[in-house]
């Protein structure tokens, strides 16, 4: 249980950073910004080998990235907005702009996108796609399947036989490996009743325990 609340309260800290850190990327600068690296390793994948990635580095477009098993990473990506990429987690950046494509291999991503007029973004995993212009949204990947929370704004979710869903604030999509086909969709506050002893970055926006639902104090 004590890991558990650790973890929750390290990713609670990784979004209060996100949120409070000002910006040091000049505009016109494709790359992005470590802003934050919390307990333990980001890496990046060059070269035939993952190499460790300084707080304040360079994160370019199409970087393979993932973080150790307690660490959680905060990237800023200029016109495009930040991400929080959770403990255990690998991921593929998208590799432009206007378009940015990321693939989550495993462990789970939080973006806040906040995307110019005509640019879109997206979250993919093997079970399906979360795709989005503007909002802040989470997408997680594991042993049971694809979740997906919306924050604020809503996300759709596309399967790979083309059936699509619109997941908005405060609701939750589940995708399970054992029906890949099959979306479920709840409230994202019955969600984590169910599932309350797990810690997920959905914590983070809804709170089991007085019913509230979407927490605004904490992703304002």
């Excluded at 996108?113 to 997408?139: E, I, M, N, Y």
């Excluded at 506050?189 to 309350?196: E, L, N, S, T």
Aim: with cysteine.
């Amino acid at each position: 249980m004590n890991s558990q609340i650790n973890s929750i309260l390290l990713q609670a800290f990784a979004i209060a950073s996100l949120l409070i850190l000002p910006s040091s990327i000049s505009a016109g600068n494709a790359d992005g910004i470590v802003l934050v690296i919390r307990d333990g390793v980001l890496e990046r994948f060059e070269k035939n080998a993952w190499k460790p990635v300084a707080p304040k580095s360079s994160v370019r477009l199409g970087d393979h990235l993932r973080t150790g098993a307690r660490s959680v990473a905060v990237i800023q990506m200029p016109d495009l907005g930040k991400i929080v990429i959770g403990s255990s987690s690998e991921v593929v950046l998208g590799q432009h702009q206007r378009v940015f494509d990321s693939q989550l291999k495993r462990g789970a991503i939080w973006m806040h996108a906040t995307l110019p007029s005509g640019a879109r973004a997206s979250v993919s995993t093997d079970l399906a796609t979360a795709g989005v212009r503007s909002t802040r949204f989470a997408v997680m990947s594991d042993a049971k399947g694809f979740d997906v929370c919306t924050c604020e704004g809503e996300v759709e979710v596309s399967t790979k036989d083309g059936s699509k869903e619109m997941v908005r604030r405060g609701d939750q999509v589940v995708i399970g490996n054992s029906d890949p086909l099959h979306i479920h969709k709840k409230s994202g506050k019955q969600y984590m009743v169910d599932r309350k002893s797990e810690p997920t970055f959905c914590y983070l926006c809804h709170d089991p325990d007085t019913g509230k639902g979407l927490q605004d104090s904490i992703i304002k």
